[in-house]
Every structure is written in C-alpha cells, then in structure tokens.
T-cell receptor, first 116, second 114 residues
Framework: ETGVTQTPRHLVMGMTNKKSLKCEQH?????MYWYKQSAKKPLELMFV???????ENNSVPSRFSPECPNSSHLFLHLHTLQPEDSALYLC???????????????FGPGTRLTVL | AQKVTQAQTEISVVEKEDVTLDCVYE???????LFWYKQPPSGELVFLIR??????QNEISGRYSWNFQKSTSSFNFTITASQVVDSAVYFC???????????FGAGTTVTVRA
C-alpha cells in the first residue's frame, strides 16, 4: 500500500448505528487530518492530530469521535448520526503541522457516508 | 484571515480546448503557500502544485501551467489541449507559514466533452 488509504470506501448506516472510519498513511508523516466534504460546500476541517495528539477540534458534534493510536493510523468513530452528516469524509496526512515548512497534505480516496 | 475565491463554479469545454481556472486569495501574511488539487470522480484529492509567496515564476508541467501574480493576488491554472481525463473538480488552497491549516476555495468543476 502506498500513500493514504481509507476504509471503507462506502458506508450506509442508520441513525442508531455505531461505525468507524479508518485511515492509514504510509508516508512517514507526523500529522493527520479529517475533513468533511458535503455537496456544494467547501471542505471543512474537522480534526487535526500531530504525533498522536489532537491539536484541532473545529466545533465538531460529539457524535464524531476521533482516535489516533499512532502517527500512521487515524479513526473516526461515528454514533447516532443524523441524515445531514451524509458526506464524503476525507483523511489527509502531512509531514508536520507547523514550523517554517510548507504544509503539503496528501489525501486518501475518502469514505462516502450515507446516513438513513 | 485567509480566504480563497474560485469564482467559476463550472466550466465545460470540448476536448483539445484550453481551459483556465481562476483563483484569487486574501492574506495579510508575507509568507504563504498556494496549492492546486484535483478531485476526480473517484473522490481522492490529488496534489498538483505548491508555490511559495516569494517565487513568482510561472510553472509548466506537461499540459498544466500556473500563473502566479502577487500584484493581483491570483494563482491561475491553465490546462492546455484538454482531455476527457481532465474532467474533475479543481481546488485552489492557501496556507500561511507555520500554520497547518489549508483554506480551500469552493472548487471549479471542469467537464471535458469528447
């Protein structure tokens, strides 16, 4: 595997279900990100992790719970979602999160989530 | 505050036509980075280019070229002799030095018809 992978690619769930999205990066990066992409809206940054520590939580509802067990893996745990949470969830990674270096993010293919 | 504007929502061209995507940005920082990403129907955002604010040289990569003009705060992207495989959503993005956040534009959907 190369780059950033995400599983599953498609997920349909009911509002009472609990599911998890998985992201894995094979680039040796230290930072990982979750984005939400809804139809006709700009990408929304949800969470940022740097060296397994959460550095950003953009007022995301608690029904979304991230987990970063190590710098290569990132999860997004979902529970009691709403239909408006249906979207493409993208994971990304970058070498780092700050300093004087540029921030080049590499994205996974996304998980298309539908909440019924 | 950061802001990226992609005024063109959709562009449709016939194969072999050139297409230019506009990107205008706002930032108060003197050091910043500009990016273009391509999102094909498969969903993955594919990195195309990064430019820093101190390098205004235009760049060409195959059929792709980029025109960076600080005077007008623009970073436009041209696809020459477009092909059907170029059909995608293209995003312009900005980040300031020392900040991991990428501010994305709303994207421009390019459709290339055979």
């Amino acid at each position: 595997e190369t780059g950033v992978t995400q599983t599953p690619r498609h997920l349909v769930m009911g509002m009472t279900n609990k599911k998890s999205l998985k992201c894995e990066q094979h680039l040796g990066h230290n930072a990982m990100y979750w984005y939400k992409q809804s139809a006709k809206k700009p990408l929304e940054l949800m969470f940022v992790y740097s060296l397994e520590e959460r550095v950003e939580n953009n007022s995301v509802p608690s029904r979304f719970s991230p987990e970063c067990p190590n710098s290569s893996h990132l999860f997004l745990h979902l529970h009691t979602l709403q239909p408006e949470d249906s979207a493409l969830y993208l994971c990304a990674s970058s070498p780092d999160t700050g300093g004087d270096s540029y921030n080049e993010q590499f994205f996974g293919p996304g998980t298309r989530l539908t909440v019924l | 505050a950061q802001k990226v504007t992609q005024a063109q929502t959709e562009i449709s061209v016939v194969e072999k036509e050139d297409v230019t995507l506009d990107c205008v940005y706002e930032t108060r920082d003197t050091t910043y980075y500009l990016f273009w990403y391509k999102q094909p129907p498969s969903g993955e955002l594919v990195f195309l280019i990064r430019r820093n604010s101190f390098d205004e040289q235009n760049e060409i990569s195959g059929r792709y070229s980029w025109n960076f003009q600080k005077s007008t705060s623009s970073f436009n992207f041209t696809i020459t002799a477009s092909q059907v495989v170029d059909s995608a959503v293209y995003f312009c993005a900005l980040s300031e030095a020392g900040d991991y956040k990428l501010s994305f534009g709303a994207g421009t959907t390019v459709t290339v018809r055979a």
